[in-house]
């Protein structure tokens, strides 16, 4: 497939936003793919912006030619960074969409590789969800590249329920098996976190009890060996979930604490609904009092946020990695 016959990549649609995912083998299928796209769109005079895995960046700007790119309209950021937390790719997709208002925004984003963990998988899969909610009736195309050589079969069922539109092997067709967002981010919310520990400190808190909360979680994070500035990351995060569960979600949670072989990890749990799924995913505003400033704030600070909203409540596991990536206690 030519940048030329990429139907979303130059023109205006019946459709104002286009979400294909792009299934590809190797690398000539890639750039076929991804730099016929971003072509296309160069040449109409579109704002890009590119968020992949690193090594594949380094590709594109070959076959884009290095420096020969409207630097403008073309924005080159390593996914690996970008969206390591798949919970913050969303804001940094409409941040870029506001940038350019007026303006068709095309944008390719690669939010699972290989080396992605099962955790990770789920909640990339849900941000692919949900950025159908997010983006309907805006003037965008956002093409997801997917290696089906190197991603399990599973990877690429969730691909064609999370995305209306598929491209594979020069070809496009609407996805027989497309789901709606709120069918997908359920289907999320429906699988089981694997069980905390046993040796998982716990603590349970209500009104008044915010300062116990962030002393508990910052001297366990030191013993754990979050350096200082992580460390102030994590206790931050920690005390916005503990507010929201006291202001949203009952009066009262239970904080969970533990470390595995990479990571600190912090469960908040508690009685409250999340009405909203797309809640921290959207810079909040000044005056934002509905529980999105703290989720969004959660979503910048952390390596992961796991969500789950069931009928019991709310659980939010929040991940930051240790400096080299071992636990001490």
Request: proline share 8%.
């Amino acid at each position: 497939m030519t940048g030329s016959e990429h139907p979303h990549a130059g023109r205006e649609d019946p459709e104002p936003f286009v979400h294909p995912a792009l299934f590809y083998r190797t690398s000539e299928e890639y750039l076929a793919g991804v730099g016929g796209f971003v072509t296309a769109a160069l040449d109409a005079g579109d704002p890009v912006l590119v968020a992949v895995p690193g090594p594949r960046l380094g590709l594109l700007r070959e076959y884009l030619g290095a420096g020969k790119s409207p630097a403008d309209r073309l924005t080159l950021v390593d996914m690996t960074e970008f969206g390591r937390n798949p919970g913050r790719i969303l804001a940094g997709l409409r941040d870029f969409a506001d940038r350019h208002a007026g303006r068709p925004a095309r944008i390719v984003g690669e939010p699972i590789w290989a080396r992605r963990s099962p955790a990770e998988v789920v909640e990339a899969t849900r941000h692919e969800a949900l950025i159908n909610a997010a983006f309907t009736g805006r003037t965008a195309t956002i093409l997801c590249p997917y290696d089906t050589a190197a991603l399990p079969p599973a990877v690429r069922d969730g691909a064609c329920r999370t995305h209306p539109v598929l491209w594979e092997g020069g070809t496009e067709r609407p996805s027989p098996h497309y789901a709606g967002p709120a069918a997908v981010n359920a289907d999320c919310d429906a699988l089981p976190l694997a069980p905390a520990p046993a040796g998982a400190r716990t603590v349970v808190f209500a009104a008044g009890d915010l300062g116990e909360v962030r002393h508990h979680a910052d001297s366990w994070a030191h013993e754990a060996g979050l350096d200082a500035p992580r460390r102030g990351d994590f206790v931050l995060a920690v005390a916005e979930a503990a507010a929201n569960s006291i202001a949203h979600g009952g009066g009262r949670g239970t904080l969970s604490l533990w470390a595995d072989r990479t990571s600190c990890v912090a469960q908040i749990s508690d009685r409250g609904r999340l009405t909203d799924p797309l809640a921290g995913r959207r810079r909040p505003t000044l005056d934002s009092a509905d529980g999105g400033r703290g989720l969004w704030m959660m979503h910048q600070l952390c390596d992961l946020v796991e969500s789950r909203a069931t009928a019991d409540g709310l659980t939010l596991r929040l991940h930051m990695a240790l400096p080299d990536g071992s636990a001490s206690s």
